[in-house]
Protein backbone atom coordinates (compact mmCIF):
# COMPACT_ATOMS: atom_id res chain seq x y z
CA UNK A 1 0.00 0.00 0.00
CA UNK A 2 1.46 3.73 -0.50
CA UNK A 3 -0.27 6.32 1.79
CA UNK A 4 -0.21 10.00 0.29
CA UNK A 5 -0.43 12.85 1.90
CA UNK A 6 -1.29 16.33 0.36
CA UNK A 7 -0.89 19.82 1.83
CA UNK A 8 -0.47 22.99 0.96
CA UNK A 9 -4.13 23.72 -0.49
CA UNK A 10 -5.66 27.51 0.40
CA UNK A 11 -7.74 30.68 -0.98
CA UNK A 12 -5.36 32.81 -3.07
CA UNK A 13 -6.07 36.03 -5.14
CA UNK A 14 -5.91 35.99 -9.17
CA UNK A 15 -2.30 35.92 -9.88
CA UNK A 16 -1.23 34.72 -7.01
CA UNK A 17 0.84 31.53 -6.15
CA UNK A 18 0.52 28.32 -3.73
CA UNK A 19 2.41 25.57 -3.55
CA UNK A 20 1.25 21.84 -3.06
CA UNK A 21 2.74 19.46 -1.50
CA UNK A 22 2.59 14.70 -1.53
CA UNK A 23 3.71 13.07 0.84
CA UNK A 24 4.76 9.60 -0.41
CA UNK A 25 5.67 6.47 1.90
CA UNK A 26 6.37 3.73 2.79
CA UNK A 27 8.18 3.57 -0.86
CA UNK A 28 10.33 5.52 -2.28
CA UNK A 29 9.59 8.16 -5.23
CA UNK A 30 11.77 6.44 -7.78
CA UNK A 31 9.64 3.59 -7.54
CA UNK A 32 6.30 5.81 -7.90
CA UNK A 33 5.33 7.85 -10.71
CA UNK A 34 3.10 11.16 -9.12
CA UNK A 35 0.24 13.10 -10.60
CA UNK A 36 -1.25 15.83 -9.91
CA UNK A 37 -5.35 15.85 -10.27
CA UNK A 38 -8.26 18.36 -10.05
CA UNK A 39 -11.91 18.22 -9.59
CA UNK A 40 -14.02 20.87 -9.54
CA UNK A 41 -17.86 21.17 -8.76
CA UNK A 42 -19.68 19.53 -11.51
CA UNK A 43 -16.61 18.80 -13.36
CA UNK A 44 -14.71 15.09 -14.18
CA UNK A 45 -11.38 14.80 -12.62
CA UNK A 46 -8.36 16.27 -14.92
CA UNK A 47 -5.01 15.53 -14.60
CA UNK A 48 -3.03 18.53 -14.38
CA UNK A 49 0.78 17.21 -14.17
CA UNK A 50 3.10 14.31 -13.46
CA UNK A 51 6.25 13.32 -12.70
CA UNK A 52 7.95 9.84 -13.57
CA UNK A 53 9.74 8.04 -11.66
CA UNK A 54 11.74 6.22 -14.05
CA UNK A 55 13.85 9.61 -15.62
CA UNK A 56 12.13 12.35 -13.67
CA UNK A 57 10.79 13.31 -17.04
CA UNK A 58 7.62 15.86 -16.32
CA UNK A 59 4.31 16.34 -18.39
CA UNK A 60 1.51 19.30 -18.01
CA UNK A 61 -2.22 19.84 -19.13
CA UNK A 62 -1.82 22.92 -21.42
CA UNK A 63 -3.71 24.97 -19.09
CA UNK A 64 -0.76 24.52 -16.64
CA UNK A 65 2.09 25.22 -18.76
CA UNK A 66 3.84 27.89 -17.73
CA UNK A 67 2.45 28.66 -14.85
CA UNK A 68 2.76 25.09 -12.93
CA UNK A 69 5.71 23.25 -11.93
CA UNK A 70 5.84 20.33 -10.33
CA UNK A 71 9.05 18.53 -8.66
CA UNK A 72 10.26 16.34 -6.32
CA UNK A 73 12.78 16.08 -3.38
CA UNK A 74 13.62 12.08 -3.12
CA UNK A 75 15.51 12.84 0.52
CA UNK A 76 12.01 14.04 1.56
CA UNK A 77 10.53 11.49 -0.24
CA UNK A 78 7.85 14.80 -1.44
CA UNK A 79 6.19 15.65 -4.86
CA UNK A 80 5.38 19.44 -4.80
CA UNK A 81 3.43 21.00 -7.66
CA UNK A 82 3.92 25.01 -7.66
CA UNK A 83 1.27 26.81 -8.64
CA UNK A 84 1.74 30.38 -9.96
CA UNK A 85 0.06 33.00 -11.48
CA UNK A 86 -3.76 31.32 -10.52
CA UNK A 87 -6.60 31.84 -12.29
CA UNK A 88 -10.07 31.49 -11.10
CA UNK A 89 -10.40 29.03 -12.98
CA UNK A 90 -8.40 26.51 -11.58
CA UNK A 91 -10.30 25.98 -8.34
CA UNK A 92 -10.68 22.76 -7.69
CA UNK A 93 -10.23 20.27 -4.99
CA UNK A 94 -6.56 18.57 -6.01
CA UNK A 95 -5.35 15.28 -5.37
CA UNK A 96 -2.16 13.64 -5.79
CA UNK A 97 -1.76 9.92 -6.91
CA UNK A 98 0.79 7.51 -6.85
CA UNK A 99 1.54 4.64 -9.55
CA UNK A 100 3.57 2.00 -8.77
CA UNK A 101 6.36 0.60 -11.02
CA UNK A 102 8.77 2.02 -13.22
CA UNK A 103 7.89 3.69 -16.29
CA UNK A 104 6.65 6.81 -17.53
CA UNK A 105 3.84 8.69 -16.04
CA UNK A 106 0.17 9.79 -16.99
CA UNK A 107 -1.90 12.07 -16.84
CA UNK A 108 -4.96 9.68 -16.92
CA UNK A 109 -6.33 8.85 -13.38
CA UNK A 110 -7.02 4.96 -14.24
CA UNK A 111 -3.33 4.61 -14.87
CA UNK A 112 -2.73 5.42 -10.89
CA UNK A 113 -3.62 3.02 -8.29
CA UNK A 114 -3.35 5.29 -5.08
CA UNK A 115 -5.12 8.57 -4.14
CA UNK A 116 -4.31 11.67 -1.22
CA UNK A 117 -7.50 12.71 0.44
CA UNK A 118 -7.36 16.36 -1.69
CA UNK A 119 -6.61 19.28 -0.17
CA UNK A 120 -9.06 22.19 -1.86
CA UNK A 121 -7.35 25.20 -4.10
CA UNK A 122 -9.62 28.19 -3.91
CA UNK A 123 -8.68 31.11 -6.44
CA UNK A 124 -10.95 34.44 -5.93
CA UNK A 125 -11.05 37.97 -5.31
Known amino acids: QVQLVESGGGLVQPGGSLRLSCAAS????????IGWFRQAPGKEREGVSCISSSDGSTYYVDSAKGRFTISRDNAKNTVYLQMNNLKPEDTAVYYCAAQLGGGVCSLMSYDYDYWGQGTQVTVRQ
Open 26 to 33: PFTLDALS
